[in-house]
């Protein structure tokens, strides 16, 4: 811990996956769910009776229930039901969202209306309680991480979230600044040079070029794209199933809402084994029916059939991130790496195409899906690091 007496959470609210750590006599520890796990899917469950159900216990319902059950809220926070984010959230999204144009996009269940700030709310508390357990301390006080580009107003909510949530947020901080405290950019090691922070989350892409200099962490440029992140990655390669199924059986998987849902979830556990394989096979059993009959969806995918599907976005990826570089002012070959953060930099294709457009050593860990919430909690523990 610091010199301060009470401990303060580093909180990344995702839009996947969400993460609370804590620096303790100089280590990095986590508030882990059932599994052991410190990723705890953003999703929340509002069952018939009792209290929401957050996690990956909220994440098996949504086969069951998909209509009481919501994920990716963290898009839509201080945005209104006409925003381009909320239409997004709506068409990949089986839940109801209602409101009108000037207030904060709300989610329709069983139970009632809830903002996303509600929504989001619950999220972070379920976070401080498991924390309280994991550590046995009472936690009153956080360090919250955004988005690059989130509008002011954002931030300002996230601050009252935290207090819904029971807890002070004493700083809000940007998700790639913090990731580069904790890739060790204010470390022994570090050698003052520029360095370019790659944030790829689930659901925002994130750049950012930032310095150590006279013990402090100053931030050149950032940059990035709030619409483009692992999720859209799930939903370019759902359209390439519900393709293959027209092609093979004249069926539009698009109109069952239910099986659109099992379509992109499957994506998604896919393009994960693509990270960490060349191949995967693909399979829904009897996903399909026509006059009595059934069918599996099976397709053999591979990294080679995957490239030209996620080609537009990882080129978006790349064009956004010579762009901040640019607005930097530095000469490119000065800096000195590419950390690479979240968890959509797994996909090997993104890591390739950093590699060769930037000729600049990756900079790469294990477990880049908790470097922010680790560089928040480091911010909680040494706050001069950033003005």
Partial sequence: MTDSTEPVLGLDLGTTFSTAALVVNGKFHYAVDERGEACIPSVVHFPKTGAPIVGIEADKLRLSDPENTVSGIKRVIGRSIDSPQARRLQAASVCKLVGRPAE???????????????????????????????????????IVTVPVLTPRNVREDMVRIGRMAGLEVLRVVAEPVAGALARGIAGAGDSGAPRLI??????????????HAQGMV?????????????????????????SAVWGSHQLDVTRDVLLADTIQRTCERVKRALSSSPSARYLIPEALGAKGRRWDIELPVTRQVMAPVWDELVTRAIEVTRETIKGS???????????????????????????????????????????????????????????
């Fill in 198 to 211: 790659f944030d790829f989350g689930g659901g925002t892409l994130d750049i950012t070029v930032v310095q």
């Fill in 104 to 142: 904060e996009v709300k989610v329709r269940v069983r139970s009632g209306e809830f903002a996303a700030s509600e929504i989001a709310a619950i999220v972070l508390r379920n976070l401080r309680e498991r924390a309280q357990a994991r550590f046995g301390k009472t936690f009153t006080k956080a």
């Fill in 329 to 387: 002012g530095i000469d490119p070959k000065s800096l000195s790496t590419v950390s690479l953060i979240g968890g959509t930099t797994f996909i090997p294709q993104v890591r390739e195409a950093v590699s060769e457009a930037f000729q600049l050593p990756l900079d790469i860990e294990n477990d880049p899906q908790t470097a922010v919430a680790r560089g928040a909690a480091f911010l909680g523990a040494f706050p001069h690091l950033i003005r």
């Fill in 218 to 242: 100053k931030v050149l440029s950032t940059g990035g794209d709030d619409s483009l992140g692992g999720d859209d990655f799930d939903t370019q390669f759902s359209r390439y199933v519900a």
